[in-house]
């Protein structure tokens, strides 16, 4: 037995309660019962004290501090319990891994399983299977299933939008370039008419030499 829990046991005779600095309290209840809690773990200086009391410097102090909590550590994770003498028996509690102290046991205790937590991705999934119901999850399915390439059709939308577009333009571009050229024929049949009329009266003004001297 370390000098630690010798420590612990003598002074939990007549006091309510020691903290381990780094590691948890150990706490008399006013039925007598012991408990402890890893969340009241801060040095009050109690413990220091009692080991400097022993003889112990402040280096050796600090070193038995240490190892008797990577001890109990040690046999927490190993074998799921720590006999701590008179003071009692920490034993984990493998569904919530939170340590509470017991009776002290005679004895081999059982091995225990330790406490395995679920993976990351494991949990997120069972959250979002949880979010969504299962109904809801199913009659999507089944919709999708009867629609293979639903997004085939908004495709097929989304570009016979333009090719209507370019055909309108087409048609109209068509218009304009036969009206245009109706336009060019009708300019120039008009201009050769005009040309064929002055050229007639030119002809009618002209005076024939021969008619001239008959005369």
């Known amino acids: 037995m370390s000098i630690v829990v010798e420590v612990i046991s003598e002074y939990l005779r007549s006091n309510r309660r020691l ?13 007598g019962e012991r408990i402890f809690s890893d969340l009241l ?29 990577f001890h109990v550590r040690h046999e927490l994770e190993q074998y799921g319990y720590c006999r701590l003498g008179e003071v009692g028996t920490l034993r984990v509690e493998p569904a919530t891994k939170i340590i509470r102290l017991y009776p002290p046991v005679q004895g081999e205790l059982p091995k225990q399983t330790p406490y395995v937590p679920k993976p990351i991705v494991e949990e997120k999934q069972e959250s979002v299977a949880k979010q969504e119901p299962t109904e809801k999850r199913s ?73 001239t001297l008959n005369e």
């Open 19 to 31: 903290v381990v600095p780094a590691f948890g309290a150990f706490v008399v209840k006013e039925s």
């Open 41 to 69: 773990n801060s040095d009050d200086g109690v413990l220091v004290s009692l080991l400097r009391d022993r003889g112990l410097n402040e280096l050796e102090v600090s070193i038995s501090i240490d190892r008797f909590t």
């Open 139 to 211: 009659v999507e399915e089944k919709e999708l299933a009867k629609v293979p390439n639903a997004t085939a059709p908004k495709t097929v939308k989304l570009s016979a939008r333009p090719r209507k577009k370019f055909d309108l333009v087409m048609v109209i571009a068509a218009i304009i370039l036969t009206v245009a050229l109706l336009a060019i024929g009708y300019g120039w049949y008009v201009s050769n008419l005009s040309t064929a009329d002055d050229d007639a009266e030119m002809d009618a003004l002209r005076v024939v030499p021969s008619q």
